[in-house]
């Protein structure tokens, strides 16, 4: 059982680790596409408010992803 924990535990963490990454370069886009007033196509799901909402998705994914690997470390 124990071993199940820390197999979970270390694929939160890797995961959250991932997701954050993500988040970062997804934002780094984000910012540079609002600075130069790049127009991309339509299709381009990170746009506007939508945009805005999907990368806070993916940060909240992330954070809980931390938080259960935190709380299955405790629980050892």
Known sequence: MQSRKRLLSKL???????LRNIGDV????F????ITQF???PSYPFLGTRGYL?????YL???ACHIGAEQ????K
Do not use: G
């Not at 997804?26 to 886009?29: D, P, S, T």
């Not at 910012?31 to 609002?34: K, N, P, R």
């Open 61 to 63: 994914l992330s954070l």
């Open 26 to 29: 997804i934002f780094a886009v």
């Open 72 to 75: 299955l470390k405790k629980s």
């Open 12 to 18: 939160l963490s890797t995961l959250s680790v991932l």
């Open 31 to 34: 910012v540079i596409q609002l």
């Open 39 to 41: 127009e991309p196509h």
């Open 54 to 58: 999907t990368i806070l998705l993916i």
